[in-house]
């Protein structure tokens, strides 16, 4: 089955620092890949995503590249604001695979310090 | 345009009584999906409708969950009886037919069962 493995958190960090959050993903078929973002109290939004192998999605200064030879997803933004604080997710979409809807990783809490 | 709408946004009840959760997509949309979140478990997808039709209802956890889609504007989610393990925030998505991947979540409704 379709599976996603996110780092541990929560991730603490100082403003103005480099972010790297790894998720990591197995699927059966030929997933696309996102990151959504949980600010507190909201329901989940699309951060970025990506469709296919080598593809890189960005947003608001976040990035994440589609490895498909590491099966990685990995999140990253230059330079982390007190506004990022969230908890972020990794899912994947996998509907050849038979499955619909979204698996999810079970979330990074980050924490930036001012 | 209003996002996918939730109600209510709190829950307490207690054990044994009825829980309806609703839910009203972005306008347009013809797939919704009812996930469940936990600290121990994340994010599960519980049960999606295309077309107001059930699809998938493999993650609703027993026979006290059941979920309807009357029309393509509301859908609800019952819980009956309720247990304290139920506690959780249910979210709603909804999707639009011509872009499989990305998903709209509602606010969510934290349901805590004493």
């Known amino acids: 089955g379709n599976s996603v493995t996110q780092m541990e958190g929560p991730v603490t960090l100082s403003e103005e620092a480099f972010l790297t959050i790894n998720c990591t993903y197995t699927?059966?078929?030929?997933?696309?890949l996102f990151w959504y973002v949980q600010y507190p109290g909201e329901g989940l939004q699309l951060l970025l995503k990506?469709?296919?192998?080598?593809d890189k999605g960005s947003n608001k200064g976040f990035e994440a590249t589609y490895r498909k030879e590491t099966t990685s997803f990995h999140l990253e933004k230059g330079s982390v604001q007190v506004s990022d604080s969230a908890v972020y997710f990794c899912?994947?979409?996998?509907?050849?695979?038979?499955?619909?809807?979204?698996?999810f990783g079970k979330g990074t809490h980050l924490i930036i310090q001012p | 345009d209003a996002g996918v709408i939730q109600s209510p946004r709190h829950e307490v009840t207690e054990m044994g009584q009825e829980v309806t959760l609703r839910c009203k997509p972005i306008?347009?949309?013809?797939?919704l999906f009812w996930y469940r979140q936990t600290m121990m478990r994340g994010l599960e997808l519980l049960i999606y409708?295309?077309?107001?039709?059930?699809?998938?209802d493999s993650g609703m956890p027993e026979d006290r969950f059941s979920a309807k889609m009357p029309n393509a504007s509301f859908s609800t989610l019952k819980i009956q009886p309720s247990e304290p393990r139920d506690s959780a925030v249910y979210f709603c998505?909804?999707?639009?037919?011509?872009?499989?991947?990305?998903?709209?979540f509602g606010p969510g409704t934290r349901l805590l069962v004493l």
């Open positions: 699927a059966t078929g030929y997933p696309s």
């Open positions: 990506a469709t296919k192998a080598d």
């Open positions: 998505a909804s999707r639009l037919a011509g872009d499989v991947e990305t998903q709209y």
């Open positions: 409708f295309n077309n107001n039709v059930p699809i998938d």
């Open positions: 306008s347009g949309h013809n797939s």
């Open positions: 899912a994947l979409s996998d509907p050849g695979g038979g499955a619909d809807g979204l698996t």
